[in-house]
């Protein structure tokens, strides 16, 4: 398994949770990252991306409630949500930006 992807669960609106990304090569941490979600009978969707240099972007339904983040030692990739919306629920996917690896996703249930 490539990329590794835990931290979901059934959380309140309102509520945070924190997803991780585990690769198994820390040349993938290092390079692009992101974490795409797809929520029922939608399209899957890129929710925020990191680049090698850090800089970020977020999909603005996210923009100030999210944050992506690596941490190169853990060979890691997180994602901090917080004041989850009943929107916001999906399965949640890490991918490699830079070599197309794809995490198996977990699931985010945000309820009203």
């Known amino acids: 398994v490539q990329l590794q992807a835990s931290g979901g669960g059934l959380v309140q609106a309102g509520g945070s949770l924190r997803l991780s990304c585990a690769a198994s090569r820390s040349t993938f941490v290092a390079n692009a990252m992101a974490w795409y979600r797809q929520a029922p009978g939608k399209q899957r969707e890129l929710v925020a991306a990191i680049n090698s240099g850090g800089s970020t972007n977020y999909v603005d339904s996210v923009k100030g409630r999210f944050t992506i983040s690596r941490d190169n030692a853990k060979n890691t990739v997180s994602l901090q949500m917080n004041n989850l919306k009943p929107e916001d629920t999906a399965v949640y996917y890490c991918?490699?930006?830079?070599?197309?690896?794809w995490g198996q996703g977990t699931l985010v249930t945000v309820s009203s």
């Open positions: 991918q490699s930006i830079t070599f197309g690896y």
